[in-house]
């Protein structure tokens, strides 16, 4: 398992942009297969964005396609997750996952790391 822990969320208003950040307490970050999820109050954990090892490809919800984008820096040990154009309805805690393997990316039971979260909340 990673330690992970995030960061950069924070109060913005709908059309704002945010950096979230998301640091491992691990030797190599290339050995993981990294992701974001997020859970708004009263539902279900669900899936935002995912990249690859080496940060060759990368995957998105279909709801924060164009607006997000997931970057790593393996040799700083960080994930980040750039979020532009932001909706009241992306409020929600935002988690970082990490899997060493991974089948189904979307799949919250395919990662055997969490971190805490972090806040992020867009005003109307």
């Known amino acids: 398992q990673v330690d992970l822990v995030e960061s950069g969320g924070g109060l913005v208003q709908a059309g704002g942009s945010l950096r979230l950040s998301c640091v491992a307490s691990v030797t190599d970050l290339e050995n993981f297969f990294m992701a974001w999820f997020r859970q708004a109050p009263g539902n279900e954990r669900e899936y935002v964005a995912s990249?690859?090892?080496?940060?060759?490809?990368?995957y998105y919800a279909d709801f924060v396609k164009g607006r997000f984008t997931i970057s790593r820096d393996n040799p700083k040990k960080t994930v980040y997750l750039q979020m532009s154009n932001l909706k009241p309805e992306d409020t929600a805690i935002y988690y970082c996952?990490?899997?060493?393997?991974?089948?189904?990316?979307?799949?919250?039971?395919?990662?055997?790391?969490w971190g805490r979260g972090t806040q992020v909340t867009v005003s109307s």
């Open positions: 996952a990490a899997a060493p393997t991974i089948r189904d990316r979307t799949r919250r039971g395919d990662y055997n790391s």
């Open positions: 990249i690859t090892w080496k940060g060759k490809n990368t």
